[in-house]
């Protein structure tokens, strides 16, 4: 919205510096991280007001976890309307990149929301359907999968770009719909998976999200693609905008949700900042890259996937809990300890993510 005030510029004054994408993301994170501070005890009060017993407590989970019984839920409303608010605020609104990525998060965060409460209002773990989420959310990526693929450049749609490898596009066809779509709803449910501990879950989205804000301003500008020898996506600039405006949103949510958390994120964040994730790799040519960005929620994925069809099989475990952050609590680490090196892990990762742009 504020971009269009470089109408009043006359290209050397303070109206010209909102030309600039890497100023709007300032004002975008500075925008949604004070919204985050503005906003997020006035939301906990009214979510322990009105949810009463607040998110409901597995009774087959860690031990520990029983000491959190009466922390509310949904506080993921907190990061998305920040993030949303900043980022209309300072992005270009006649960006079709901008409002798909925006379409996919608020479409999953009201999946989420409705998941959340039916917990609280039920008082039991189970929520919306699982099969029912699912359809939802094949059918929201499916949109967002074939919008993208339209937006994207004619030499570029429906192919799938190869990390590492240089002008490497492999052609998947009528494949490239339901590819993309397992990329979103992939990474809406890993994250939604890898939140089970205070503060384990927004630091390695930050971490992700900022990491591909970068790839997505260096594929909008065909300087950098050429230098990089990575391919042009015009437009893609604009979601550094929306990745630093959630960056902001989830410090302001960290400083609520740090241990011990006065708030949960819920399925109303996980599953919004997640089909984010998987929607601006989709956008940028870089699916595969959020698999090493996104590192951690792969595993964390993995692990319930792993167990699951282990157990089916076999009648044993290959862990002591799924997903594997409940493993490790089970083998006497502590919360804090398992949260920390979890982040280390995504912080790597997201450098060797960022390493694939230049070697070639």
């Given at each position: 919205m504020l971009y269009w005030l470089t109408a009043l510029s006359d290209g050397g004054?303070?109206?010209?510096?909102?030309?600039?994408?890497?100023?709007?993301?300032?004002?975008?994170?500075?925008?949604?991280?004070?919204?985050?501070?503005?906003?997020?005890?006035?939301?906990?009060?009214?979510?322990?007001?009105?949810?009463?017993?607040?998110?409901?407590?597995r009774d087959d989970g860690p031990e520990g976890h029983f000491v959190k019984a009466g922390t509310p839920t949904m506080g993921g409303l907190l990061i998305v309307g920040a993030l949303t608010t900043a980022t209309l605020l300072w992005a270009r609104l006649d960006n079709p990149f901008v409002w798909l990525v925006l379409f996919v998060t608020l479409a999953y965060g009201l999946i989420g929301f409705a998941d959340d409460y039916a917990k609280v209002s039920k008082q039991n773990t189970k929520g919306v359907p699982g099969k029912l989420r699912i359809l939802l959310g094949i059918l929201i990526a499916g949109v967002a999968a074939f919008l993208a693929s339209a937006f994207h450049p004619a030499e570029l749609q429906n192919q799938l770009a190869l990390p590492v490898f240089k002008n490497t596009l492999i052609n998947l066809?009528?494949?490239?719909?339901?590819?993309?779509?397992?990329?979103?709803?992939?990474?809406?449910?890993?994250?939604?998976?890898t939140d089970g501990l205070d503060g384990l879950a927004i630091m390695p989205v930050m971490i992700a999200a900022s990491t591909l804000g970068v790839i997505a301003y260096a594929v909008g500008r065909v300087d950098f693609t050429e230098y990089l020898d990575v391919h042009y996506v015009p437009g893609t600039g604009e979601i550094l905008i929306f990745t630093a405006a959630l960056f902001g949103g989830g410090l302001g949510f960290l400083w609520y949700n740090a241990p011990p958390a006065a708030v949960f994120m819920g399925d109303t964040g996980s599953l919004a900042l997640g089909g984010a994730l998987g929607a601006i790799a989709v956008v940028t040519k870089h699916e595969l890259v959020l698999a090493v960005v996104g590192g951690l929620f792969v595993v964390e994925a993995l692990s319930v996937i792993i167990q699951v069809l282990y157990f089916k099989r076999t009648g044993r475990r290959v862990f002591l809990m799924a997903p594997i952050h409940h493993h490790?609590?089970?083998?006497?680490?502590?919360?804090?300890?398992?949260?920390?090196?979890?982040?280390?892990?995504?912080?790597?990762?997201?450098?060797?993510?960022?390493?694939?742009?230049k070697v070639r």
């Open positions: 004054d303070f109206f010209n510096l909102f030309r600039y994408i890497t100023f709007r993301a300032g004002g975008a994170f500075l925008t949604a991280l004070v919204f985050g501070f503005l906003f997020g005890r006035p939301l906990i009060a009214v979510l322990r007001r009105t949810q009463g017993k607040g998110q409901p407590i066809g009528i494949l490239y719909i339901p590819f993309a779509i397992c990329v979103i709803v992939g990474s809406a449910n890993a994250v939604n998976l490790y609590e089970k083998k006497g680490w502590a919360e804090p300890t398992i949260v920390i090196r979890f982040w280390i892990i995504s912080l790597i990762l997201a450098m060797i993510g960022l390493a694939t742009l």
